[in-house]
């Protein structure tokens, strides 16, 4: 996006994407509680976005599989 489309879309768009970026910041490096909390916060504020319950579940999961230190936050899917 141009930075003239940005200056059109507002503030709202540009702060959920920071916010958005600072959830993902806290997934990759463990911080699940920090993460989790981020993402209610956009999950309250944008209840139709799929992605931030997709990463809250994923947390879930993390959290009772406990990923080795050195996961970088990828997943690898299985199966299709």
Do not use: N
Request: glycine fraction near 4%; proline fraction near 4%.
């Amino acid at each position: 996006m141009s930075s003239g489309a940005w200056a059109q879309a507002g503030a709202a768009p540009r702060d959920e994407l920071a916010r958005w970026h600072a959830a993902l910041e806290r997934y990759r490096s463990h911080d699940w509680d920090a993460a989790a909390a981020l993402l209610d916060a956009l999950i309250a504020q944008h209840p139709q976005c799929a992605l931030y319950r997709v990463y809250q579940e994923r947390i879930m999961a993390l959290r009772e599989s406990r990923p080795a230190t050195d996961w970088d936050g990828i997943t690898t899917f299985g199966t299709k």
